[in-house]
């Protein structure tokens, strides 16, 4: 059976759960499973190529010690035994987990499970079919195994694209055309830190971590690669994921990635080290922060508008000369009131030098609210922005699910970024025509077209023609009809 289905055979036992309600759920069941299965598989490759290697595992509860019905026979626990162990000792055991006796890589998975497991819960109520699942994943899912990993990655990425079905998910996560196509033009190198402070399911740091991993010419540069991607998750459900993601690419721990709300912190607290070279985000948008953290913005900027205070955020957190792209709704860009403030900043302290406009449809089903992504350099005023209109592909009126945006569509963006020309598609506005219109950074196509204004002269002489040639056929018409009637006539003589 192919792991894809697979994947769908373990969702369809768990449809059957009646402690499973939708597919957030069914997602997150699957998450936390796979995850353990993956680091328990790592943990055995550790333990048989590191002498010095101690697994924080309690061995009464690692994967095979209970999962494993092929190593355990009859012996393997099914029904309440099975649940009782999995809520009764494995939760409770990783979620407090011990650390006071590690040091090196095993304290560092130590917290990484702790973290992972500080929110995690088991749905499922029926520990046969809960058993039923297990058997599943240990029939298809070897992760120490090259060719497994492989196509497990391709099969993981298609998990996370069923988030689209799942309830308000679509913050979780990013078409990946759009991820890879805004790390292309970011461009990190070896050596920066890359960061997204709303990671979701981690789509822009995996494309981070694979554009850097290309450049790594050794083993020590591709350990440095694995701590220069840094993300920060607020949900249980997307950072789960997200760590799960990163461990498919072949990051074995990555507690770069951690579990919090980065907007929690004032933006005061932020120092020269919390800086960072490269920031790819798709921040939250359409919704509303707590109570109390626009406190922790300057006054001239508190807003419970979740992308906006993270516009904010993003720019504090580069370094002079750093560079963003960063996915925002066209409220943002036509926005009165403190967004206008929070855009006069961007202007003043950053070169906003590209804005691609991506079509609706980019993120159906789940919202059909019309996206940018802003490129923008920190440390020097912006002069001019350019404007990119990206469009449907030929034959296309729209996306969706069966039907998604591609990276080869960005093509001519790639081409046309180095050696720029105003064409049907892009064009270019100065600073001060912007700052005259109030910052609003709407700005429509003046070359499509459709918008194209032709000399009134011109016009008029078109007009002219035209109507000529109407006279024309109303003319022929008429001698034609003239002719018919006449011909009747003559026939009833």
């Not at 297990?134 to 099969?155: A, L, M, P, Y």
């Not at 993300?231 to 990051?251: A, D, F, R, Y």
């Not at 626009?294 to 516009?311: I, K």
């Amino acid at each position: 059976m192919s792991l894809s289905a697979t994947i769908k055979s373990i969702q369809d036992i768990m449809r059957k759960d009646v402690g499973v309600d939708g597919d957030a759920q069914r997602i997150g069941q699957l998450g936390w499973m796979l995850f353990y299965k993956i680091f328990s598989d790592q943990d055995a490759e550790l333990e048989l190529n590191d002498d010095n290697y101690d697994s924080p595992l309690p061995l009464n509860l690692r994967w095979d010690e209970w999962a494993d019905s092929q190593k355990l026979g009859k012996n393997a626990p099914t029904g309440d035994e099975l649940l009782q162990l999995v809520d009764g000792e494995l939760f409770p055991t990783l979620k407090e987990l011990a650390v006071d006796d590690l040091e090196g890589i095993a304290l560092e998975r130590a917290k990484l499970l702790r973290s992972v497991f500080e929110d995690a819960y088991n749905y499922m109520k029926s520990g046969t079919l809960l058993r039923q699942v297990v058997d599943k994943i240990n029939e298809s899912i070897d992760f120490n195994q090259s060719q497994t990993r492989h196509v497990f990655g391709d099969i993981y990425e298609q998990i996370l694209k069923n988030l689209q079905s799942a309830g308000n998910a679509g913050e979780f996560y990013t078409p990946r055309a759009v991820t890879q196509f805004a790390v292309d033009m970011v461009n990190p190198q070896l050596g920066e830190k890359v960061l997204d402070p709303a990671c979701g399911t981690g789509g822009f740091l995996t494309c981070a971590y694979e554009h850097l991993k290309q450049q790594a010419n050794s083993p020590e540069q591709l350990e440095r690669v694995k701590q220069s991607v840094l993300g920060v998750e607020k949900k249980q459900l997307p950072h789960l994921l997200c760590v799960t993601n990163m461990m498919v690419h072949g990051i074995e721990v990555p507690t770069t990635v951690r579990h919090d709300n980065t907007l929690r912190k004032p933006l005061r607290d932020y120092g020269r080290e919390d800086q960072v070279d490269v920031v790819v985000t798709n921040p939250p948008f359409g919704g509303m922060e707590e109570d109390g953290i626009e406190r922790g913005f300057p006054s001239e900027f508190q807003t419970r508008e979740t992308a906006d205070l993270f516009l904010v955020l993003v720019m504090e957190l580069l370094k002079d000369g750093g560079r963003a792209a960063i996915v925002l709704p066209d409220g943002t860009l036509f926005g009165e009131g403190i967004k206008t403030r929070i855009k006069e900043k961007l202007l003043r302290d950053c070169n906003l030098h590209t804005i691609v406009r991506l079509p609706n449809g980019v993120f159906s089903p789940y919202t059909s609210i019309r996206t940018n992504v802003l490129f923008f350099t920190k440390g020097e005023p912006t002069t001019e922005v350019w404007y990119y209109e990206h469009p449907y592909p030929p034959g296309a009126k729209s996306y969706s699910k069966t039907k998604p945006m591609r990276i080869e569509e960005f093509k001519p963006e790639k081409a046309w970024w180095k050696k720029r020309q105003e064409n049907e598609y892009a064009w270019r506005v100065s600073v001060e025509t912007i700052v005259a219109n109030g910052y609003n950074l709407d700005i429509k196509n003046p070359n499509a077209p459709e918008n194209i204004h032709e000399d009134p002269m011109v016009l008029l002489k078109q007009y002219q023609a035209a109507a000529s040639q109407a006279d024309e056929a109303r003319l022929a018409l008429k001698a034609a009809l003239q002719a018919c009637l006449e011909q009747s006539a003559e026939s009833v003589k």
